[in-house]
């Protein structure tokens, strides 16, 4: 029996040992991967196909967004009410997902329910038709979506400072307007989902308290599709950064806010320096008792919040600054950014303070790795990132051991602000 006069033992977060569950790896008959990670107490299991069928590989803009949200509304045999009502009738919930480089067809349900499931996402990666109606509805939709999003300042922001970064003309830069909608034509995306989802290049990622048969299952869904027998190849797009570094927009003339985005291009996550400045990062505005947060929110009272990170994309990243505050307020909100940067480039971080950031983002990892969905979704990241499993050891003991040195010197090299891009929306 529990002697409640007696409190818990309090252990250190870093004196823990963490280890990444590893996943079971087999292919179905047609060469399709499937990674699969078998845990979990509930009969509940989750799915996700993922193409390489993002937006870097459309030759129209919006295409394979607009694609990847159609593919499960209607095929030749059931409407898209017909198919969204197999799935709410068994309790489960299919969506889809587009981002840069990939597209996601993603499945919860309950685990007993997986071999009824299945079926009627292999006729949709079969059978989509892509329907006028549908297409129509859609494009109204879409519109409407945007010309609501557009008087929002952080909305407007978002879009144009990954412009800065990357250029129009790159996939990370790209944004959408309403003429590339009306110009979205069922001959497109038919032809996208032939070339990138029938035949297109796939990978399984499976998580749960898995059937027995589960493999089985999948083979016989997913086994005979012709995925991978495309040769789609990556094509290298560089991005053309802006040349002009700061720049304030005007959205609304009677508007009290402004969106701030400072940023800068970063290496992507196989760059040696990636990990130690993940922890820079949280020390300077990365969670919410950064330094950004005590000045800014704490002490300034400029905004609600101010946060900074780095871009999760594949091939390229950036370091990004973002907060919304008074419009009254938005220079000095700037001015205190790169205050903060200065200050860590002089003098190095307390040992406290590093300490403190260290037991969060080992605390942080050990709620990630609570349950099977969330394992696989760090797996996922390492896969289609072209990592291993040795990556996430070496990203704990980075965060164990990165010295006050190190980072300070990372300051230096990274935390410069005319290396800055400056966007501000009003």
């Not at 818990?8 to 008959?29: A, E, G, M, Q």
């Not at 291993?388 to 230096?412: C, H, M, P, R, W």
């Amino acid at each position: 029996m529990l002697n409640r006069k007696e409190h818990p033992t309090i252990k250190n977060p870093l004196d823990f040992s963490l280890d990444l569950k590893p996943y079971n790896h087999f292919t179905l008959d047609n060469g399709t991967p499937v990674y699969a990670i078998e845990a979990g107490e509930q009969e509940v299991m989750h799915l996700e196909l993922v193409f390489d069928a993002g937006n870097w590989y459309e030759d129209k803009n919006i295409i394979a967004a607009s694609t990847n949200f159609l593919i499960k509304n209607g095929t030749t045999q059931k409407t898209a009410f017909e198919i969204n009502e197999h799935f709410d009738y068994y309790g489960a919930f299919l969506n889809r997902s587009c981002f840069n480089e990939t597209a996601v067809i993603s499945l919860h349900n309950l685990s007993k329910h997986l071999h009824v499931l299945t079926p009627v996402i292999t006729e949709i990666l079969e059978e989509s038709i892509f329907s006028e109606t549908e297409l129509e509805i859609y494009k109204q939709n879409q519109k409407q979506r945007l010309a609501v999003n557009l008087q929002k300042c952080d909305f407007v922001a978002n879009r144009l400072i990954d412009e800065s970064l990357y250029g129009f003309q790159h996939p990370y830069g790209r944004y959408t307007s309403t003429l590339d909608y009306e110009a979205v034509d069922k001959a497109s995306l038919q032809a996208f989902y032939k070339q990138y989802y029938q035949k297109g290049n796939c990978k399984i990622f499976i998580a749960g308290k898995l059937p027995k048969d589960y493999s089985n299952i999948l083979n016989k869904a997913f086994g005979h599709l012709p995925f991978n027998n495309n040769n789609i190849t990556f094509k290298p797009i560089q991005p053309q950064p802006a040349l002009e570094k700061k720049s304030t927009i005007i959205n609304d003339e009677n508007g009290v806010q402004a969106a701030v985005r400072i940023a800068r291009p970063f290496p992507n996550k196989h760059h040696p320096d990636f990990l130690k400045t993940l922890v820079l990062n949280t020390v300077y505005g990365g969670f919410f008792g950064s330094r950004l947060m005590s000045n800014i929110r704490e002490d300034k009272g400029y905004t609600y919040g101010i946060h900074s990170y780095l871009q999760n994309y594949i091939h390229y990243s950036g370091w990004m600054i973002s907060t919304e505050c008074g419009r009254d307020v938005y220079q000095a909100t700037i001015d205190e950014v790169y205050k903060e940067m200065k200050i860590l480039q002089d003098k190095s971080i307390d040992q406290d303070e590093l300490d403190l950031v260290r037991n969060y983002m080992i605390g942080s990892i050990l709620g990630d790795l609570d349950g099977p969905f969330q394992i696989m979704s760090r797996w996922k990241s390492y896969i289609l990132n072209n990592l291993n499993g040795d990556y996430f050891t070496k990203a704990v003991n980075t965060i164990k051991t990165v010295s006050v040195e190190e980072l300070q010197e990372l300051s230096k090299k990274y935390l410069n602000p005319n290396e800055f891009y400056e966007l501000v929306v009003i």
